[in-house]
């Protein structure tokens, strides 16, 4: 969905770097999401955020931040990156919490740690 | 986490109708249930969403039996570019899990 961008689309990494992944949206919701998706494998929910003063901690935080610096900006910090951190990285957003509220997603950053 | 169960994979040919079923048992009194697809390398999209009995929209049919303990996605006359990973999800999404979801190829 164009209204959800994350940058950069790819990042090749080496083992120990600090790495940040941005999402931004002008969906103008509250809620927003990260997701890690492996090869063949399903999405798991490693942040989110019910607005800025909210942040939870989803299936798989350990390693990972996250920075909500507006209402748009949702970013994704790795503090020290390793191999098995390679994956590719979803945002999505959804203006409430309810689970009729349809999560859009962002095309995905692909992060290859080396 | 509301847990939900799909098959791996399933295969189908074009111009066929597919069904995939999903269980989630523990379904709570006010989940709702969720269905979306995702291609190759891009982020999953929003199908189709239903709490009980039948949804339809232009893309396909949700069936949710009474007991809501399951429901099957129904994809009509299905194509090639319907080849895709299709998952189940139910309840808020600070609770349930997107699975490894079921992998529908659509063959010639």
């Known amino acids: 969905d164009a209204d959800v961008t994350q940058t950069p689309r790819n990042r090749i990494t080496k083992t120990g770097k600090r790495i940040m992944l941005e999402c931004s949206q002008t969906?103008?919701?509250?809620?927003m999401y990260w997701y890690r998706q492996d090869p063949g494998l399903g999405l798991q929910l490693i942040y989110y955020s019910f607005d800025v003063k909210d942040i939870n901690k989803g299936e798989i935080s350990d390693g990972y931040s996250v920075s909500r610096q507006a209402q748009a900006k949702f970013s994704l910090s790795l503090e020290s990156a390793i191999p098995n951190q390679t994956a590719l990285y979803f945002c999505a957003t959804s203006m409430g919490r309810a689970s009729t509220d349809t999560q859009y997603f962002g095309p995905g950053t692909r992060l290859t740690v080396l | 986490l509301a847990k939900t169960t799909q098959p791996i994979s399933m295969d189908s040919y074009e111009g066929q109708e597919v069904n995939i079923t999903c269980s989630h048992n523990?379904?709570?009194?006010?989940?709702?249930i969720t269905w979306y697809q995702q291609f190759p390398s891009q982020g999953p999209r929003f199908i189709i969403q239903g709490y009980k009995t039948k949804v339809t929209n232009e893309v396909a049919s949700l069936f949710i039996p009474a007991d809501r303990k399951s429901s099957t996605l129904s994809l009509p006359r299905v194509s090639l570019s319907d080849t895709a990973v299709y998952y189940c999800l139910v309840g808020d999404w600070s609770k349930s899990t997107f699975g490894d979801g079921t992998t529908l190829t659509v063959k010639p």
């Open positions: 969906k103008g919701h509250d809620r």
């Open positions: 523990n379904i709570a009194t006010n989940d709702y």
